[in-house]
């Protein structure tokens, strides 16, 4: 993972806040929008962004074959990932992206149908030996 790049100066970062909610208009602010804002407010962002948005397709070339092997020996350990990143990302149509109300936001929306899903819980059951 490399280091974050330099600090956006405080002109650009009015300029991205401005482009994200200009487009909104007097609309309530959604959640995703705060997300976007506050995303960049944020100087230097953690190297393991990618991975939290993309799993281990955020690895690329040998590396990602490396992760693949890893994250199969974990799975044969009974540590199942998440391999879509945060567990948030196996329902990204849902609305609520955070805490407390977004189970049952994933679970109307019908989340667990999605293929990305039921892949992992296939795995969770093959690590409990109930598949």
């Known amino acids: 993972m490399r280091a974050p790049g330099p600090a956006p100066s405080a002109r650009q970062v009015l300029a991205a806040i401005t482009d994200l909610l200009a487009p909104a208009g007097a609309k309530p602010v959604s959640g995703q929008l705060r997300d976007d804002v506050l995303t960049q407010l944020r100087v230097g962002d953690s190297p393991w962004k990618a991975v939290k948005t993309s799993g281990i397709a955020a690895f690329t070339g040998d ?45 109307a929306a019908r989340a667990h149908e999605e293929q990305a899903a039921q892949d992992h819980v296939r795995r969770l059951l093959a690590a409990g030996g109930l598949a």
């Open 63 to 107: 590396s990602g074959a490396a992760v693949a092997d890893l994250v199969d020996r974990l799975d044969s350990l009974g540590l199942v990932c998440v391999r879509a990143g945060e567990l948030e990302r196996l329902a990204p149509r849902v609305a609520v992206t955070k805490g407390a109300a977004w189970l049952p936001a994933a679970l």
